[in-house]
């Protein structure tokens, strides 16, 4: 009954935005923390970025501070990622997880990003 459900992924030219968002159901979404991942071909999935319950704070992978934000809609069970001065390097699989405090964890299907001129 839990789902992760991402959208938003596609197709991009170097410098240019993207957001993915992430909806949730079968969880009461506010008391989960939310991350995104990412996973490049033949690469290990890393941490992309994580948002607190209430959306207070969030945290960043060094490669993409500055240009990567991640908020949520705790009303719409929904949190997003918006991707701003796109690399190719930020090609990837881009996977939404949601972790509660007690330890259930739950993540999304995926959705592919490609930076490519």
């Known amino acids: 009954q839990v789902q992760l459900v991402e959208s938003g992924g596609g197709l991009v030219q170097p410098g240019g935005s993207l957001r993915l968002s992430c909806a949730a159901s079968?969880?009461?979404?506010?008391?989960?923390?939310m991350s995104w991942y990412r996973q490049a071909p033949g690469k290990e999935r890393e941490l992309v970025g994580s948002?607190?319950?209430?959306?207070?704070?969030?945290n960043y992978a060094d490669s993409v501070k500055g240009r990567f934000t991640i908020s949520r809609d705790n009303a719409k069970n929904t949190v997003y990622l918006q991707m701003n001065i796109l690399k190719p390097e930020d090609t990837a699989v881009y996977y939404c997880?949601?972790?509660?405090?007690?330890?259930?964890?739950?993540w999304g299907q995926g959705t592919q990003v490609t930076v490519s001129s």
């Open positions: 997880k949601g972790t509660s405090w007690w330890g259930p964890t739950y």
């Open positions: 079968g969880i009461s979404f506010s008391n989960y923390v």
């Open positions: 948002i607190v319950r209430d959306g207070g704070s969030t």
